[in-house]
């Protein structure tokens, strides 16, 4: 089967005309490729999109539509690949936590697990108002972007403020008081 050619000349004018050529063209086939290699469509069409958009701002001329092809695939594939390592990376962080948590806390249901319980809530409680309210927003599961928009704050007040708050929490609780806050925070 002949690959239907495309126009270069429509292509490097850059403009909504030629994005949607390069779409129309390149996105299904990309969008297949990235998903063999992540394994979840959402995530592959965004690794695709962003490698459209990594096409747009650079504004590259392709001598050939080989060329452009590869380019494509080259930077869809760099992409996923940068995905997984970073997927791996983190779950790979999450089970040791995970572990270390365990081996730490043993059976989830015994006393020493509520008395730390109580120690953090009573220390989270004893921190400045507005590092209690971010310690808090964070226990429920919210991000720094969304804790900042609550608060009417900065992102980078919240982690400030998270960072004070730790130094002091570190200070008046246990090691393994500390490690049960990283999980309520997760």
């Known amino acids: ?17 030629s ?23 959402e995530i592959a069409e965004e690794l ?3 490698a459209f ?3 747009w701002q650079q504004r590259n001329t392709f001598k050939n539509q080989g060329v452009l092809k590869a380019y494509l695939y080259n930077s869809v594939r760099n992409k996923s690949i940068t995905y997984l390592r970073h997927e791996q990376v ?22 020493d697990r509520e008395e730390l319980i109580r120690q953090l809530l009573l220390s989270i409680d004893n921190l400045p108002p507005k590092q209690r309210e971010v310690f808090l927003l964070s226990v429920k599961g919210k991000t ?4 900042a928009q609550e608060m009417n704050i900065s992102p980078e007040t919240v982690k400030k403020q998270r960072q004070r708050g730790l130094k002091r929490l570190r200070e008046m609780l246990p090691p ?10 997760k």
């Open 144 to 147: 720094s972007e969304e804790i």
């Open 48 to 50: 695709v999109q962003d």
């Open 53 to 55: 958009v990594s096409l």
């Open 1 to 17: 089967m002949e690959q239907e050619k495309i126009d270069l000349a429509v292509v490097h004018q850059w403009d909504e005309s």
């Open 176 to 185: 393994e008081a500390i490690l049960l806050l990283f999980a309520l925070m």
């Open 90 to 111: 983190e779950r790979n962080r999450i089970e040791s936590f995970e572990l270390d948590y365990k081996l730490m806390m043993g059976d989830e249901e015994s006393p």
């Open 19 to 41: 994005l949607q050529l390069l779409y129309r063209h390149f996105y299904k086939a990309l969008v297949a490729f990235s998903n063999q290699m992540v394994s979840n469509l």
